[in-house]
């Protein structure tokens, strides 16, 4: 049981570019959530899903794309990368709003 | 837009001690707080929650304190050791409808255990 995966772990792109992060949870679980923590700081919701077919916007969605097409993924997509999306990202899984589990996370640096 | 915050940034204490990590949240709706903590590399690991209709939880060495009438969230470590060094983060959730599972962190408080 590996719980939340991400990959990579590590990544830099060029200002422009495109990449989708991945993540994948074997628990089950039906609400996932995509955050991302800029240095020093606390935790930021870009988006969430509550079920397979579900998503929705969280603090900082703009810049971002998501699609939760199974119970087990929920990858996170990046149009045209800015210095701004330099930052680290976090998946999470949970039953609800109690007791999120979260990956080990995805460094990303935009150049 | 409303948001939850730490009053100190780092912490600084001996092993052995009793660590109080506070938090203070300015959305009276919010029902739900979590405290997180995350090592150096690693994703948080949830330690504690407690619900608005409780002031007090204790788990394993740790007790979370919530005082609705002035907004505080306090974490309470007990015999603070150095495996204990980390970031601490609390987290609300607001009650029901569509906000529910959508957690809104603090800034994060850094704990030291000098052994």
């Known amino acids: 049981n590996a719980g939340v995966t991400q990959t990579p772990k590590f990544r830099i792109l060029k200002i422009g570019q495109s990449m989708t992060l991945q993540c994948t949870q074997d628990m089950n679980h039906n609400y996932m959530y995509w955050y991302r923590q800029d240095p020093g700081m606390g935790l930021k919701l870009i988006y969430y899903?509550?079920?397979?077919?579900?998503?929705d916007k969280g603090e900082v969605p703009n810049g971002y794309n998501v699609s939760r097409s199974t119970t087990e993924d929920f990858p996170l997509r990046l149009e045209l990368a800015a210095p701004s999306q330099t930052s680290v990202y976090f998946c999470?899984?949970?039953?609800?709003?109690?007791?999120?589990?979260f990956g080990p996370g995805t460094r990303l640096t935009v150049t | 837009g409303e948001s939850v915050g730490l009053h100190l940034p780092t912490l600084s204490v001996q092993e052995g001690d009793n660590s109080i990590i506070n938090c203070a949240y300015s959305?009276?709706?919010?029902?739900?707080f979590i405290w997180y903590k995350q090592e150096s590399g690693k994703g948080p690991q949830f330690i504690i929650d407690?619900?608005?209709?409780?002031d007090k939880r204790q788990g394993q060495r740790v007790t979370v304190l919530l005082n609705k009438t002035v907004k505080h969230l306090s974490l309470q470590i007990a015999a603070t050791q150095p495996g204990d060094s980390a970031v601490y983060f609390c987290a609300e959730n607001l009650a029901g409808g569509t906000s529910y599972g959508k957690l809104t962190f603090g800034q994060g408080t850094i704990l030291t255990v000098h052994p």
């Open positions: 899903s509550v079920g397979a077919g579900i998503t």
């Open positions: 959305n009276s709706a919010s029902d739900y």
């Open positions: 999470a899984a949970g039953t609800g709003v109690y007791e999120q589990y």
């Open positions: 407690i619900r608005s209709n409780m």
